[in-house]
Each structure stands twice: as C-alpha cells, then as structure tokens.
C-alpha cells in the first residue's frame, strides 16, 4: 500500500504508530522497530516493511541519516524506540521534521499531536541540557579578530 492508497505519509505513518503505542502502554520506555512496524498494520494495512526501515533508521533522530534527516524518533539505550523530543540530542546532520503537520494525517489521529506537545515533550520534560543548543556562536562578536592562543598566553603572563 502506498501514500496514494492511504493517503499518509510512510514517515507521518511511523509517527502515528509510535504514538499510538506511547498512549496504549505509558509505562514502556519505547518500542522495537518491528513493534511500530506492526502497529501500523493494524491502521494501514501492508506498509510494515516501509515503516520497519523507517522506524529503524530513516526517522531515528540520533542516528545517522540514511537518506532521510527525520527526527521523529529517538533510540534509547536499550536500542528501543521512542518519540523524540526538543531535549533529546541528535545526530548533528539531523535536520527533518519532528512531528507530521496536522493537515498530513487523518483527523482522527489529530489528538496524538495534542497528546504530545501538552504531555509527552511538554517543558516539564526539558532535560537539563535543554537549550544549550542555542548557545551555538556565543561570544563571536567579543572575541571577533581574537587569535585564540594569543588570548590565552596574555591571561598567562606573569604565572610561574
């Protein structure tokens, strides 16, 4: 079955999947690729084998892309799979998409979006690495034309 026969993207369709699973079984810390594989079965019929390949690495934010730069899931320690968030680091040539746009998928599926921004990455979940991300570039104004090693010698001058 393909986006013309479901109507959903292959990415949005592994998303969903993941989701569905998320609120079905909260107290799982994620899921196998063939898990969501066979969640989106369950909805769309015959995509399993796309969404297994996109599960396991298209959409899988700290990995790296191969070919897609999704970052729709996030693989835990145990090699599981779970939703991404904001917080979650990931692999630095991972730009994509984190979520499907709410017009993409079909209505009834809509909540899930809801679901996640308000309770699943809501800031309460913010690690404590969250935001160092925009730090990127502090201080290049001060120290423009600076050379680095020079700085540093003449913060050492006069140390024995």
């Known amino acids: 079955m393909t986006r013309a026969m479901t109507g959903v993207k292959v990415a949005d369709a592994t998303w969903i999947a993941a989701a569905l699973l998320h609120r079905e079984q909260p107290e799982k810390e994620g899921f196998t690729a063939q898990q969501i594989a066979d969640r989106s079965e369950e909805i769309y019929g015959n995509l399993r084998q796309s969404v297994y390949t996109h599960a396991n690495t298209h959409c899988v934010a700290n990995r790296p892309p191969n070919p897609g730069g999704y970052r729709m899931l996030y693989e835990t320690s145990s090699g599981l ?28 599926y809509r909540y899930l979006l809801d679901w996640y921004e308000t309770e699943y990455a809501s800031p309460h979940q913010s690690g404590w690495l969250a935001g160092i991300h925009q730090m990127i570039g502090a201080g290049k104004t001060i120290f423009a034309g600076v050379d680095a090693d020079e700085y540093v010698r003449s913060l050492r001058e006069g140390w024995e």
Do not use: F, V
């Open 81 to 108: 799979r779970r939703l991404y968030r904001e917080t979650d680091d990931a692999h630095p040539n991972r730009h994509g998409k984190i979520l499907p746009r709410r017009e993409d998928i079909p209505e009834q």
